[in-house]
Nanobody, 119 residues
Framework: QVQFVESGGGLVQPGGSLRLSCAAS????????MGWYRQAPGKQRELVAA???????NYADSVKGRFTISRTNAKNLVYLQMNSLKPADTAVYYC?????????????WGQGTQVTVST
């Protein structure tokens, strides 16, 4: 059974940093491209960062240079280091595997972790 457990969110001031973690219960985790998605109120879920099995990375333009995705295959963990946070980064953040079309690979999602950037 596929399961994702996200953690590390919180309330932070603009310019601050957070580090998100995702524990993924996936067989052969190391073979999947993994991604962090976010969904802001009233908006569609969007992919913000992805990391391939060879640790190649891709980022949405809106977070490039501020966010860093990484993974620890031995522990089925994916991380998202978020620096220079902006109010526009406020959203619920989720992880999932990513297919070749940059769509979520699995239909099930975790509960997500709320990130709020505000004074």
């Amino acid at each position: 059974q596929v399961q994702f457990v996200e953690s590390g969110g919180g309330l932070v001031q603009p310019g601050g940093s957070l580090r998100l973690s995702c524990a993924a219960s996936i067989s052969m985790f190391s073979l999947y491209t993994m991604g962090w998605y976010r969904q802001a109120p009233g908006k569609q879920r969007e992919l913000v960062a992805a990391i391939g099995s060879a640790r190649t990375t891709n980022y949405a333009d809106s977070v490039k240079g501020r966010f860093t995705i990484s993974r620890t295959n031995a522990k089925n963990l994916v991380y998202l280091q978020m620096n220079s946070l902006k109010p526009a980064d406020t959203a619920v953040y989720y992880c999932n595997a990513v297919d070749s079309q940059l769509r979520p690979y699995f239909g099930s999602w975790g509960q997500g972790t709320q990130v709020t950037v505000s004074t």
